[in-house]
């Protein structure tokens, strides 16, 4: 579940945000639901006082905890990915173990951030990206994204990571299927992470492969930037959701 929401400009705002964050984890909870929290630290505050966004999300992480539930911090763009990471390093420090991040397969230096993240066997979500980078930073080909995404899987599950594999790509599914065997891996090792209203035959295809599956839930009253920027990175994202709107059962 995603309160969708970033770059908040005031500590009302963020506050307004953590309310609403809060309430999603007292409902999983009392609805008894199998699902988390995944949140940006930019809408709890990060670029107005990294102090201020610590304790914001320090609190849902104890609330989390206190139901026994998990806490994922999403990545945003490259302006964030250092003080993403640090955050996620000192909450972990601080004993908080029921949180997670992301790292994004089209960006150059996330093999090196993966390698620091193996050692402190942090659960993550392993996505291509959502953001539009300089290519200097980003890797543009849509075959080197793959490349990097599949070589930063196995770094990941062979460091005894938890992976989230997040794709709707029908070539990573079918690699990291074939990963998976060859690692002779137990499910309870990774799953595989797809959007809400995507892709729903694959989605059940995986699932029906004996395979977990979580679907993504963003929403909220910012569904609209949100979309916008996800039809930028991947334009066929608009098919899907026509198709889910207009013929929701197939």
């Known amino acids: 579940m995603d309160v969708l929401g970033e770059n908040v400009s005031t500590r009302e705002e963020s506050l307004r945000a953590v309310r609403e964050c809060e309430e999603v984890l007292h409902s999983i909870n009392a609805h008894h639901l ?25 609190r849902l992480l104890e609330i989390a905890s206190g139901y026994n539930n998990f806490v994922r911090i999403d990545m945003e763009d490259s302006s964030t990915t250092s003080e993403t990471l640090e955050l996620y390093e000192r909450l972990r420090s601080e004993g908080l173990e029921n949180v997670g991040v992301v790292i994004q397969a089209n960006m150059r230096r996330s093999e090196e951030d993966v390698q620091k993240l193996v050692s402190m066997k942090a659960n993550i979500r392993l996505c291509k990206g959502a953001y539009i980078e300089p290519e200097a930073i980003s890797l543009k080909g849509k075959e080197d994204i793959r490349l990097n995404y599949l070589k930063l899987l196995k770094i990941l599950l062979e460091g005894k990571c938890y992976v989230g594999i997040a794709t709707h790509d029908d070539f990573l599914i079918d690699e990291a299927y074939q990963t998976i065997q060859e690692m002779n891996l137990n499910k309870s090792a990774y799953e595989f992470q797809m959007l809400h209203g995507v892709r729903m035959k694959l989605r059940d295809q995986i699932v029906g492969d004996g395979h977990r599956l979580r679907v993504y839930v963003p929403f909220g009253r910012y569904w609209y930037a949100y979309s916008i920027r996800r039809f930028k990175e991947n334009p066929q994202m608009v098919r899907y959701v026509i198709h889910a709107l207009f013929f929701p059962g197939e």
């Open 34 to 58: 199998v699902a988390n929290l995944s949140i940006k630290l930019t809408q709890f505050g990060l670029k107005i006082d990294k102090e201020f966004c610590h304790s914001n999300v320090k």
